[in-house]
């Protein structure tokens, strides 16, 4: 039970006469909490990043029970049930990381208030790579997103395609950034595998410049036998 309510002391928050709020609450509902919460305070909040919506409203019963709950910081509802009441949207429900991952929506997030945007609990790079270790080697060439630790260019953090829960299918997603090869798509007479991204450049890291999988005709040399051939001799320049 919430500490007031089981030491009796009904008077902190009601009063025993008349109130013009119901419940005969001597105040509004946040600013009560605030009196004992000053972590949700105003001037604490007004210098976070970002804030939970029923938070900003000053709405503390959406999530909490002021009297008593089964459930611990007196949350009305366990965990992840609570958070769906209002995040419905599919890729909250469907989550990889909720249905995968044994994670919960605590593990990432702040249910208050954040200096981090999406009320993480830190920032981006953080943590993703508390459960996603990229392993980068200082001799290999890093995708300009991954250096820049900003995975959500290509993933979605909670129900994204496929099993690397990606923001789209290549190559659109690469299109996205990559919009100079896009273009070569339409082309009259393209290279087949242009809209096969992967088969030549790594997603993550790869050992040679433009992420590269192999150096210069190496890759080439994997479909077109020709490659090969030139590789044993002088040929002219490219």
Do not use: W
Not at 176 to 186: L, S
Not at 216 to 228: K, P, Q, T, Y
Request: include cysteine.
């Amino acid at each position: 039970p919430h500490a007031p309510a089981a030491m009796g002391e009904c008077y902190q928050c009601h009063s025993a006469h008349q109130s013009s709020r119901p419940g005969l609450l001597k105040d509004g509902v946040a600013l009560l909490c605030q009196t004992c919460h000053e972590d949700m305070s105003a001037p604490v909040l007004e210098k976070t990043v970002s804030i939970h919506q029923p938070v900003l409203a000053g709405d503390c019963n959406v999530c909490h029970d002021a009297h008593g709950a089964a459930e611990k910081s007196l949350l009305i509802k366990p965990g992840e049930a609570l958070c769906r009441d209002c995040h419905t949207d599919a890729k909250f429900t469907a989550s990889h990381h909720l249905q995968t991952a044994d994670l919960g929506c605590l593990d990432c997030h702040s249910p208050h208030a954040s200096m981090q945007p999406a009320l993480l609990r830190e920032d981006p790079k953080a943590t993703c790579v508390k459960c996603h270790d990229p392993g980068l080697s200082p001799t290999m060439v890093a995708h300009e997103p991954v250096k820049q630790g900003d995975c959500a260019i290509c993933h979605d953090p909670h129900a994204g395609v496929g099993a690397k829960s990606l923001q789209q299918e290549p190559p659109m997603l690469c299109f996205n950034c990559h919009q100079n090869i896009a273009r070569f798509v339409t082309a009259e007479h393209k290279h087949s595998v242009v809209e096969d991204c992967g088969a030549c450049h790594g997603a993550h890291e790869a050992p040679h410049k433009g992420l590269l999988l192999k150096p210069g005709s190496g890759v080439c040399a994997d479909c077109h036998d020709v490659a090969r051939d030139a590789a044993a001799k002088s040929v002219h320049k490219p």
